[in-house]
């Protein structure tokens, strides 16, 4: 998209400004920011879900009904910000436009949306029937009757992703009656953020297409004055895990995590790095379902053997980087 006004300093939005507002600019490049890493992070998770699903239905061994894992469907409730992920999910995840889907309460304002194939309607009960990842980017003043809407309708394994940075995720949780639930917490560290453009509409894919940029909002080593709660990783891993169990005994749900990982045999993970001792009864007994709302609110196994493995660390970082690169989520399969 082209700015006309680029190098019209009396058409740019600081002209307006008086002195004491000029000193809140920086809250613009905040914004930008915010967006920007919390639109890569929901991105960088759809794609190792997706993964995971293609690979578990490429397994051999598995019943008819495991192989049938279809491909992740993700549902977006809320308008301006869930058009940005819904844009930034389309282009770069792989998953492909019919399996992405917009309620708003104004779909017509979705044109260029529906001109890219994703489907867009005001029916929240419909969409949180059918999708496995269910993104939240409404308003907090709709977040009640949104959470009215799909409550009945979300299904045991649906992910419930909030960006919605008001609402703890404990309340959420008790609104949905949900524990499948992810909400990143992000902080702002400083204001060293005022030098980034502001980000004009649809412009998120663009932006993380430039390597420093999305380097800066990778979770481990953000840069660009936003940090992410550390409990965002292990849930992002521990829902990971969940979703191999619903299909997999627990050997194979775990060896499936690791070559996710692609972690080697000698720092491969194993079910005391992610339940609780007494939970450790046999390599037989099944892996427990975890409250992805407990794991980031509570010290867990896989937190503290995160803060004590580089290697792990490392492994993250390498995952990360290369699925937010353009066509980076392309032919990236694991073996199985």
């Known amino acids: 998209m082209f700015d006309l006004t680029k190098n019209l300093h009396s058409l740019q939005f600081e ?8 000193n809140l600019i920086h809250l613009r490049s905040r914004s930008a920011a915010l967006t920007e890493s919390s639109c890569a992070h929901a991105l960088s998770y ?4 997706q993964r995971l699903r293609t690979n578990m239905s490429k397994l051999s061994g598995l019943s008819a009904n495991a192989r049938a894992v279809r491909e992740l469907s993700v549902g977006i409730i809320g308008g301006h910000l869930g058009q940005q992920l819904a844009r930034v999910i389309e282009e770069s995840s792989g998953i492909n436009a019919r399996n992405i889907k917009v309620s708003s309460r104004r779909p017509e304002a979705l044109a260029q949306l529906s001109a890219m194939g994703i489907e867009c309607f005001y029916d929240n009960q419909r969409l949180a029937s059918w999708a496995d990842v269910l993104f939240l980017c409404c308003l907090p003043s709709h977040l009640l009757q949104v959470c009215a809407d799909i409550k009945t309708h979300l299904s045991h394994h649906c992910i419930v992703y909030s960006l919605i940075a008001t609402v703890p995720v404990h309340r959420l ?3 949905l009656g949900h524990t499948s639930i992810l909400r990143p917490a992000y902080q702002f560290v400083s204001c060293e953020t005022g030098s980034r453009p502001h980000l004009p509409e649809h412009s998120v894919a663009t932006a993380l297409e430039d390597v420093q940029q999305t380097t800066a909002t ?3 080593t953000m840069s660009s004055g936003v ?3 550390a409990a965002w990783l292990p849930a992002v891993l521990y829902s990971l895990l969940n979703m191999c169990c619903s299909v997999l005994p627990p050997e194979g749900a775990l ?3 690791n070559q996710l990982l692609r972690l080697q045999p000698d720092s491969a993970l194993s079910a005391h790095h992610l339940i609780s001792q007494s939970s450790v009864s046999t390599p037989l007994r099944p892996l427990p379902w975890i409250s992805l709302v407990d794991v980031q609110s509570k010290d867990t196994p896989l937190s503290r053997h995160l803060m004590k493995s580089p290697v792990l660390m490392e492994c993250l970082l390498a ?3 290369p699925t937010l690169t353009p066509g980076g989520s392309k032919n990236q399969e694991i073996s199985s």
Do not use: M
């Open 46 to 49: 759809c794609q190792l879900a």
């Open 15 to 22: 002209a307006g400004l008086k002195e004491e507002e000029k």
């Open 218 to 220: 990778c979770p481990l």
């Open 319 to 321: 995952l990360y980087l």
């Open 227 to 229: 940090r992410i709660g």
């Open 173 to 175: 949780a008790r609104l």
């Open 255 to 257: 060896d499936l995590l």
